[in-house]
């Protein structure tokens, strides 16, 4: 069923706002799959805060113009599904790797991030990005180590201090 102007206006619109305040986008070919496979897809992206739509590649060109993924245009062909991540710039590219493993008609053909087009042998590298959390615990974790080694360093002072005293009591008692 073809969609009327005004719908296709709408799509537009939608699309565009989720494009603006998007972290990075990965489009990916679906043919092939089950409706029961893209519901699945469609809930995980839920759960991960990525904003997947199935759009017309037009409307996509449309929705993209004047954002930093305008520079997917050029290689959008095909049914593509694009995927938006909201939360962290891997969320998409690590929800599209994923379900591609377990389902091989799902073909990723291109992301972008800050305005650079990534191909999809390198969505892999986006995809191993960390996650906000994991990405603040190495942070607390590098900065944790000078203080931890401080105190270590300072309590061995003491300890050193108190075998050395240990050992000349033992040497006087012999």
């Known amino acids: 069923m073809a969609l009327t102007y005004a719908e296709k206006q709408a799509v537009v619109e939608e699309v565009s706002q989720v494009a603006s305040s998007a972290l990075s986008a990965v489009a990916a070919e679906y043919r092939g799959l089950t409706v029961g496979q893209l519901t699945e897809l469609r809930a995980k992206a839920r759960e991960n805060g990525v904003y997947v739509r199935v759009v017309k590649n037009r409307l996509?060109?449309?929705?993209?113009?004047?954002?930093?993924?305008?520079?997917?245009?050029?290689?959008?062909?095909?049914?593509l599904m694009l995927g938006f991540s909201q939360e962290d710039p891997g969320a998409a590219a690590r929800l599209?790797?994923?379900?591609?493993?377990?389902?091989?008609?799902?073909?990723?053909?291109?992301?972008?991030?800050?305005?650079?087009?990534?191909?999809?042998?390198?969505?892999?590298?986006?995809?191993?990005?960390?996650?906000?959390?994991?990405?603040?615990?190495?942070?607390?974790?590098?900065m944790q180590a000078p203080v931890t080694k401080l105190a270590r360093t300072l309590n061995e002072v003491p300890g050193k201090l108190v075998r050395t005293v240990e050992a000349v009591r033992q040497q006087k008692d012999a």
């Open 60 to 79: 996509a060109k449309l929705a993209t113009k004047g954002t930093e993924f305008e520079c997917m245009n050029d290689h959008l062909s095909g049914p």
């Open 96 to 142: 599209f790797r994923d379900f591609a493993k377990e389902n091989d008609k799902l073909v990723i053909a291109l992301g972008a991030v800050g305005g650079e087009t990534i191909s999809s042998g390198d969505i892999g590298k986006l995809a191993n990005l960390p996650t906000r959390d994991e990405a603040i615990s190495l942070l607390m974790s590098v």
